[in-house]
């Protein structure tokens, strides 16, 4: 596992107006990076950079799942260049 985790995390509208991301900072101590996002009254989705140790990254991931976003790894997805 590599020192940062890439992701798309995407979350229906009953988790819009909640401060995920800060959850997750306060909760694991991870250090988030968002790339880009786009939140709309019934849902949203932001690409994510996670830093942290393995284990604060793991357990902010599956916290996220736990409140009903759908997080997907997008570490292979990138073009080295």
């Known amino acids: 596992m590599s020192d940062a985790d890439r992701l798309y995390v995407s979350f229906p509208a009953s988790l819009v107006a909640r401060p995920m991301i800060y959850e997750i900072v306060k909760q694991f101590d991870v250090i988030p990076s968002i790339r880009r996002a786009n939140v709309e009254d019934?849902?949203?989705?932001?690409?994510?950079?996670?830093?942290g140790s393995p284990e604060a990254r793991v357990g902010a991931i599956e916290y996220l799942r736990g409140l009903g976003c759908v997080v997907d790894d997008m570490s292979g997805d990138i073009v080295a260049g």
């Not at 019934?42 to 830093?51: A, F, P, Q, S, Y």
């Open 42 to 51: 019934d849902h949203g989705w932001v690409i994510l950079e996670l830093r």
